[in-house]
Each structure stands twice: as C-alpha cells, then as structure tokens.
C-alpha cells in the first residue's frame, strides 16, 4: 500500500465547525448552492468531514462541512467526530466558526473557541439565525469569545450570506497559477454495500487516512463523502457511501436521505466497489445492490471484505463459489479478496478499478465485431420461432459507457433471451469487457441508416 497518497487540494479550503445543531450544513448548502449535506434538527447529523467546491464572484474555493465539535465529550462516536472536525480545521486556510444566536453563548461554545485559538489559525465568528435587524442587536455578547467581529447571518434564508463570501474571499489567499486541478479526468469510484460491512475501514484503507468515522454501529456514515485521489496511475473520487438498507427499515427521513445518497453515488459513478461481508456471505441486500449497479450501467467489482475470517475457516473455496453463485448476474465483475483490516488484497483494488473502467469506455472495431457474428451464426444459429428464423444483418457498437451493440436483424419480436444471452457471452469470450454490463439492442434493419 502507497502511503503517499494524497488528497488533492489546489483551492483554498474553508472549514465550517462548532457545536451540534447550529446550523452547519445548512450554511455550507447555501454557500455551495445545492442541497449536498445532510440537513437535519438532530444534534450530530453531519459525522463525516465532506468537501464540496464553492464559487462566488468567480472565484473558486472549497468547503469543508464538520460534524458537531463538542471537546469535552466522553462518549467514543462524539469523540471521534470532534476528531474528523478539527483535521479539518488543520489542514484548512481559514475557519469559520458558526454559533446559534438563539441560544445565545454557551460552555460549550467558549471551549470549542479556545480550542481554535489554539491552532493558530485565521478564523471568523459566523452567528447563525439572525432573522431579523432586531436579534442583529444582539450579536455584541458573541465578542466574549475574543474571536473578532461576529457575522451575523441567516443561513437558512440567506441574510448578510453574501457579505460573509466578501469577507471570505478576502481572508482567503491567492490560489497559485496551475494549482488548481482540472475535474474531469479522475475516475469517479462508489463505495457501495450494506450496513457494517466494512465500507468505511476499506475506504480509510485505500486513502491511508482516517477521512469516514469507522464504527462498529451500522449506519454510521450518513452523507456520501467524496476524496480526490492522486497516486502513481491516475487520480481517484471515492465517494464512500451510507450503508443500503431495506426499505422496510427506512424509518426516519435522515435515513432516507442517506439511502438516496447511496442512489446518487451509483449514479455519478464510473466504477462501484460492491463490499460484501465474505464472513456472512452474499444476502439479498447484497444482490438489490448488484442489480441497482447493473442496472444503471456502471462498471463493477465485487469486494469480499473480511477475508481473514473466511480463511480461517477452511471454506474459502465454498464461500467464493457461493458469492459467484449467488452474484451470478454479474458473474463479469472481478472478485476480490480482500481484509480491509490487515491490508490483504487491498494492492488488488485500484489495478482492478483501471481495468474495469478501460473495459466500460472501450469501443470495438466494427470490422472485428461483424466476423465474430459470422462465426458464431454458422456454428450456432439462432433457433426457429413460430416457424420463422430470426436473421441477423450486421452489428456496430453505437455507444461506450457501457458497452452497447446493435445487431440489425430482419424481425426483432423473434427474438430469443436465450440466444442474446449467448451473444453476449460469446462478445465476452472474443474481447476483454471484465467488469462492465453490455447492452445488446435487436433493431430492423431499415434503421441501420440512423444507428451507423
């Protein structure tokens, strides 16, 4: 493993913390003009760090949404989010705190202001929920925390929001001639799976850094967290994901939200890391997700994490012919085996990623494509149906991401699944798709003209 990773950064970072439930999310949703973290009236929603690019008057920057600081908490997950806060706060060129002012000045807000102090870092004093020119009135007890002017704002209805990116702007330094990197040439990776099976530690594992909290309760990463990669073969977005639930747990809204994260992170994927715990095997939540993947077109491959357990056991063989089994369609995936906690097999996930991304973009000379057809119609045609034979004409691929091949025949309604699954087959066999789903189109051949 290469812990020479980084995370990418070229813009200037800003790092929105405080205390649980004053509004941090809904400030960074408004500075970045969409709705990317998790908004909830729950204290603690937000327990990952995620970073989103913001744009104001033309510049470019990025922010940095934090879990709740609390420093004198005791309990492990509080803890550990406090932690991925203040990463945040370090690696960052400038902190805005953000306080409630309904609430007013609390023990809490006085300790999290000395603690960034502390760091020496360029901060601003943000007080969230000034309404209205009245509460505004209020601010001057927030000078206590000996942190400069307070900014009182309304994140929620976008009062005095702009004269902060003014300000903003202005603390921040210059972003350096070729500093920042251009998007559009990284692989874009989604960390799927069901709750607890490794997700996160695989994720912490690839980035050679603790960016997701990582705990044993189920659930613990709610908002899709992205990570710009750059290593020796190219660069990387992961985007580690909420664990997928069935939808008869779906309960509460935030898990809703979080369900559809796991949606979207298919969605804007290229590749997506399909995480199975190999100690319990492939369940039907694992085969939803599988088809989810497949469905929407994005290359695969198949994670057993938790390998070291299943080799132990004596049954590493029948636990993999279970997984393809069970997994079957998408039996063109690779699958790795893999310990997200000892390292084993994670050496095997980015070459597998490059690959299988290749094989999704690759396009197949029509030349090539047209004497497999031949070959294969003379030694297997395609069975009668109703007394008619169906007749194939000719085959170009008409698109790449995935794969799509159209076969130009005489009558489309005589097709057999069986027989375009056996295409399929045989286009795999001759080239080298691993990892990506083809789609296979019949069309008549009047319309060969249009697809070519």
Not at 391 to 412: G, I, L
């Amino acid at each position: 493993m290469d812990n020479r990773r980084k995370v990418i950064s070229g813009l200037p970072l800003v790092a929105v913390v405080g205390r649980p439930n004053v509004g941090k999310s809904t400030l960074v949703n408004r500075i970045v003009a969409r709705s990317e973290a998790i908004v909830e009236r729950v204290p603690g929603v937000t327990r990952d760090r995620n970073y989103f690019t913001a744009s104001w008057r033309g510049r470019d920057f990025r922010v940095v949404d934090t879990g709740g600081l609390d420093p004198a908490a005791e309990e492990g997950l509080t803890r550990a989010i406090g932690r991925q806060a203040m990463a945040a706060v370090r690696e960052s060129d400038l902190v805005l705190m953000l306080v409630d002012a309904v609430e007013g000045v609390t023990p809490v807000d006085q300790e999290v202001a000395r603690e960034l102090r502390k760091t020496g870092k360029p901060v601003m004093l943000v007080v969230n929920k000034v309404d209205n020119a009245a509460r505004e009135e209020e601010v001057v007890e927030w000078y206590s925390l000996g942190l400069g002017d307070p900014w009182p704002v309304s994140a929620m209805h976008g009062r005095n929001v702009g004269d902060l990116l003014d300000a903003v702007l202005e603390a921040l330094p210059e972003t350096a001639p070729g500093e920042a990197e251009e998007e559009g040439t990284e692989t874009v990776v989604a960390i799927v799976g069901r709750p607890n099976v490794g997700k996160s530690t695989l994720f912490n594992a690839l980035l050679a850094e603790e960016r997701s909290i990582t705990s044993e309760i189920p659930g613990t990463t709610r908002d899709a967290v992205d990570t710009l990669l750059e290593t020796g073969s190219g660069r990387y977005r992961f985007i580690d994901t909420a664990g997928w639930r069935r939808r008869a747990r779906v309960r509460e809204n935030l898990e809703f939200y979080s369900l559809v994260r796991v949606w979207r992170a298919i969605d804007r994927s290229q590749v997506a890391l399909l995480v199975v715990d190999a100690s319990e095997g492939v369940t039907d939540q694992d085969q939803k997700i599988a088809a989810r993947i497949k469905e929407d077109g994005r290359a695969c491959v198949v994670v057993l994490n938790k390998w070291d357990l299943v080799k132990g056991s004596g049954k590493a063989e029948e636990v993999l012919e279970e997984a393809r089994e069970k997994l079957r369609f998408i039996d063109y995936a690779p699958f790795l085996k893999v310990s997200a906690l000892t390292g084993a097999g994670l050496g095997k996930i980015l070459p597998a990623v490059d690959r299988v991304r290749a094989n999704w973009e690759s396009r197949v000379q029509t030349s090539k494509l047209n004497d497999l057809l031949h070959r294969v119609l003379a030694q297997s045609p395609p069975p009668t149906r109703r007394g008619k034979r169906l007749q194939f004409y000719y085959v170009t691929q008409a698109r790449s991401a995935p794969p799509q091949f159209v076969f130009f025949v005489n009558r489309p309604d005589l097709a057999d699944p069986a027989y375009e699954r056996f295409l399929e087959r045989k286009l795999r066999e001759t080239f080298d798709l691993e990892g990506t789903p083809l789609r296979i189109v019949l069309r008549p051949r009047h319309r060969l003209r249009d697809a070519t």
